[in-house]
């Protein structure tokens, strides 16, 4: 029986240490014999990195460790290459010092390979130019240049603007260094979380050809359902496929939808739902950013966006969209096409991603993390307590500060945000034949709470929201659920909390 390989990013120890591994190579040989350069973005632990091992080794001509492999029998294993590999990933630079002293540190590693001296006359570009040169005088052939996590030194002072743009302008020069010696290079492959604008980063490499909403290449990181059920049918044994699929994937980038590979090895591991991968891999500037900026949330409303804004991003422009869309809190959930060009409406990826991202952001709202009241919340919406659920709705809505509280979409978001943080279903906005409603809770796919929500001035304005559910019969749309209770939840705008509250069972 084959292992897990659980943070094993390394292709080799990954085969020799008879791990599992889900055979990705067709994909990798059709992208190196299509072109030359390519980008991709991806999420953190999303298999970045053993997709540049993978390709390493095969460069490097290693054929036993592909056995069986979709390119055994393709690929032409007398040639063999020199592979630069570039990390960021494992490193975190605080000013264009430490990363000038990181360059130069790879340069002389990969140096010691290849008989060069690092010159320190020289600028690191030059060095770096140097090297290739040497390389390829010594193994008369052209170099591989694989690159990991090529943004993080960026996002790790994504916070502190001006060195933000100074690490650019380094990264930058390194990169215009690289279109310099186009000559010595016969492929290369950069990934990264984000992806920064080729006019800002990436303007010495115009010829690079992105693969993040390629298609052809969707699932070439991630494990579709397919995948799964075959490479780990030995652990999957007792295990509820569509609670795993709910929880875990998701993920759109156009191909199928896949799974993280980490949260999937860490489940068939423990067969304990978790928060795997938002553990380890949430971007905590993405909440600061949020409550600093009073960014409204992309996901409350079903918006359309296209490629342009998916993929734009920069320090000076930072869209929410396209960060929480790149870092992987919201993924592609609906193409539409409008006229000649496709449009995508995003939502959380699955059921962890939405738990766990609602938690967070309602700690940056209140201060405090909300476990206990959604527990509670939780069970009176089961138990159909709802005077319970009202009591808890209050109690939450004191705990955000009045400064916070400032409009209607606040409220909106921090209401939402309790809702999505009890992991279950739930739709914002849903659009019916005569209105959107609020929002709609679904409980264990049997029952459903549709919520309108309205911020009053007037005495005479309570119960309106109640009776916008009625008249518009939001409810018609959900009548195959076992059970329906439509909500009502009025909030005075100056005394800042609930002063009307009315429920009705409508099945």
Known sequence: MKKLGIGISDFKELIKGNYIYVDKTEYIYKLINS??????????????SLLLST???????????????????????????????????????????????????????????????YNEEYTINRNLRLLTE?????????????????????????????????????LKGFYITLKGIDKYIRF???????????????????????ISLSKEYGNICGYTQE???????????????????????GYNFLGEKVYNPFDILLYLKSKVYKNYWYETGKTEFLFKLIKEKEYKLPFLEKEYYTNEILEKFDIEYIRIEALMYQTGYLTIKEVKRIEEEEVYVLDYPNKEVRQSFNRELLYYITGEYQSDRTSKLKMALIEEDMEEIRRQ???????????????????????????YGMGYEVEIEDRTIKGRIDLALFINRKKVYIIELKLIEREEEKGKAIRQIQEKEYYKKYMNYEKIYIVGIEIDKLKKRIVNYEYKKVK
Request: no cysteine; aromatic share 14%; proline share 2%.
């Open 55 to 117: 390709i390493e080794y095969l460069f490097r001509g290693e054929r036993e460790l592909y056995k069986g492999m979709y390119i055994e029998d393709k690929w032409n294993w007398e040639e063999k290459y020199p592979v630069v590999r570039i990390d960021f990933g494992d490193t975190q630079v605080r000013s264009t010092e430490e990363l000038e002293k990181e360059l130069k540190a790879i340069i002389i590693e990969v140096g010691k390979v290849y008989g060069y001296k």
């Open 188 to 210: 290369m492959l950069i990934t990264g979380v984000s992806k920064f604008s080729k006019v800002s980063l990436f303007s010495g490499l115009n010829q690079l050809e992105d």
């Open 227 to 249: 995948e799964l059920e075959k490479n780990f049918k030995e652990y999957l044994e007792g295990v509820d496929l569509e609670e795993v699929r709910e929880w875990y994937n």
């Open 134 to 170: 040497k390389i390829y005088e010594e193994s008369k052939k052209r170099i591989i240049i694989l690159i990991d996590e090529y943004d993080k030194p960026i996002l790790d002072n994504i916070e502190k603007k001006e060195e933000a743009e100074k690490i650019r302008e380094v």
């Open 393 to 419: 709705i209050e109690v939450f809505l004191e705990t955000i500060s009045y400064e916070v509280l400032k409009n209607e979409n606040v409220y909106q978001g921090a209401i939402y945000g309790l809702m």
């Open 35 to 48: 072109g030359k350069y390519y980008f991709l973005s991806r999420p953190r632990r999303f298999g970045k």
